[in-house]
Structures are given as structure tokens and as C-alpha cells.
């Protein structure tokens, strides 16, 4: 099993920014990509970004320029930095990654982000 724990959430305005942090636990033998997604009301959950523990990224076109994904192996986190909100950024976002033998998908609590004046 692996535990993710998310913070950095919160209420910022457009243009504004905000850092979000995942800090994963357990078997972290078992795990490669991590990612964040997000899920806005009434919307299905997407993609936002993912990072190998390589360090290769993966990003949606919608936050390609303004998001950041970056990953610190040596403590297990996985960070997103988000820079030049807009409104439509506001969403739960979840941390997430995946158990390579098993495939079984691992979620984090979830971290609200609100874009609004």
C-alpha cells in the first residue's frame, strides 16, 4: 500500500500562485509516476500533470507553460507549481500514482484550489 498526503491548497486570485505538495509513505518500492489531477464541479476528473521518478514530465495543454511538476526521490514528494492562475484552474486537485506490479491506483484526500477575485 502506498499513502499520499497532500497540502498547499487554498483561495488565490487570477494571476496568482500557489505550490502544491504530495509526500507519499509506505511501499515506495512499488511506485514510479507520480501525478497530480484535478476535478472541477461537475466535471470528470483529468490529467494534470506526471513525473517519472526519472524526471520526465508529462503535461495537459491547458497548464503547459504555467505548471511545473517536480519530484524529490530522497524524501518521496512530488510538487506542483502553479504560476499564472486563471479561474478555470479552480478544482480539487489529487495526487496520484500507481503500484507497478499490481496496477492498483493510489489517491490523495485532495486539495482544493480556488481561483477567484
Known amino acids: 500500500q502506498v499513502q499520499l498526503v497532500e497540502s498547499g491548497g487554498g483561495l488565490v486570485q487570477p494571476g496568482g500562485s500557489l505550490r502544491l505538495s504530495c509526500a507519499a509513505s509506505g511501499s515506495i518500492f512499488s511506485i514510479n509516476a507520480m501525478g497530480w489531477y484535478r476535478q472541477a464541479p461537475g466535471k470528470q476528473r483529468e490529467l494534470v500533470a506526471t513525473?517519472?521518478?526519472?524526471?520526465?514530465?508529462n503535461y495537459a495543454d491547458s497548464v503547459k507553460g504555467r505548471f511545473t511538476i517536480s519530484r524529490n526521490n530522497a524524501n518521496n514528494t512530488v510538487y506542483l507549481q502553479m504560476n499564472s492562475l486563471k479561474p478555470e484552474d479552480t478544482a480539487v486537485y489529487y495526487c496520484?500514482?500507481?503500484?507497478?506490479?499490481?496496477?492498483?491506483?493510489?489517491w490523495g484526500q485532495g486539495t482544493q484550489v480556488t481561483v477567484s477575485s
Open positions: 513525473i517519472t521518478r526519472a524526471g520526465s514530465t
Open positions: 496520484n500514482t500507481r503500484n507497478i506490479y499490481t496496477h492498483d491506483n493510489y
